[in-house]
Every structure is written in C-alpha cells, then in structure tokens.
C-alpha cells in the first residue's frame, strides 16, 4: 500500500508512535477539561508504552542506534513521572 511493505515489526513501530503521539490529545483533553494546562497520568504511560514500543522496533526490527537513542531518555523521564506520581499519591493528606 503506497509502496509501504508492513511487517510485524512496523506494526509494533506504528503502535508505539500512535501511542506517543497520541498522548498529546490525552494532554490536550485534560488541560481544555481543567482550564490549565494539566499533566494527566495516563499522558505518562502512554509515553512509557509507546517508547518501549519503538525502543523494540528500533533495537529488533530496524536495528537502528539513533531511534534507540532518541527513545531511551524520553522513556527514563515517563517511568520517572509515574514514579513520583505514585508516590504522591501514596501519602495521604497531600494535596494533588
């Protein structure tokens, strides 16, 4: 289809770039929903998921170093997020 040929592995590479563009519009909802701009929990894990994602086409399906490369620190800083927010949400008493 468009002289595109789809693999297994463009498919986890496609899923992973829906899911980490995708995740913009979740931001976009949540900050229309809130009236400021708001950082939703699900915007990280669809961060963290889709750069595992293209972490693995890129490292099984491509073997690519620069795709590799640009996908490791964005996937550091989504684990980190999720991290701190649920610790956060872990203690009670503290305000959101």
Known sequence: MFGVTVTP????GYTG???FAGR????????KAHGKPVM??????MS???S???????????????????NL???FVALYNLYLDSK???????AA
């Open 40 to 45: 939703p929990t699900l915007f990280w894990y």
């Open 17 to 19: 770039v829906f899911l």
């Open 73 to 75: 620190f964005p996937l």
């Open 52 to 70: 595992v994602l293209l972490l693995a086409y890129f490292i099984f399906g491509k073997n690519d170093s620069v795709g590799v490369m640009s």
């Open 88 to 94: 956060n949400k872990q203690r009670p008493g503290t």
């Open 9 to 12: 592995w463009k498919l986890i």
């Open 24 to 31: 913009w519009f979740v931001q976009l909802a949540a900050s």
């Open 48 to 50: 963290a998921a889709g």
